[in-house]
């Protein structure tokens, strides 16, 4: 399921990251990869906030359905 699915509060792991190459390369940079854990802090929207890596990053709804947990 797309990122804007999951559950506030729940730790996901991200299993598939797509898009064009350099969203890929971009999302990868902030530590969107396979096998990563995520977890949404806040979700507005379809716009998310989640923990990734001790970090927090805030997604546009379009990126976040990039992202398949």
Do not use: C, Q, Y
């Not at 699915?5 to 971009?26: C, L, Q, S, Y």
């Not at 990563?36 to 979700?43: A, F, G, H, I």
């Not at 507005?44 to 990734?52: A, R, Y």
Request: aromatic letters at 2%; charged letters at 30%.
């Amino acid at each position: 399921m797309p990122l804007t699915m999951a559950k506030k509060g729940e730790e996901n792991t991200i299993k598939h990251v797509g898009g064009k190459e350099e969203t890929r390369k971009f999302l990868e940079k902030l530590g969107f990869v396979v096998g990563s854990v995520v977890t949404v802090v806040s979700d507005v929207g379809g716009n998310v906030i989640v923990n990734i890596k001790d970090s927090r990053v805030a997604l546009g709804k379009d990126m976040a359905n990039k992202i398949l947990v």
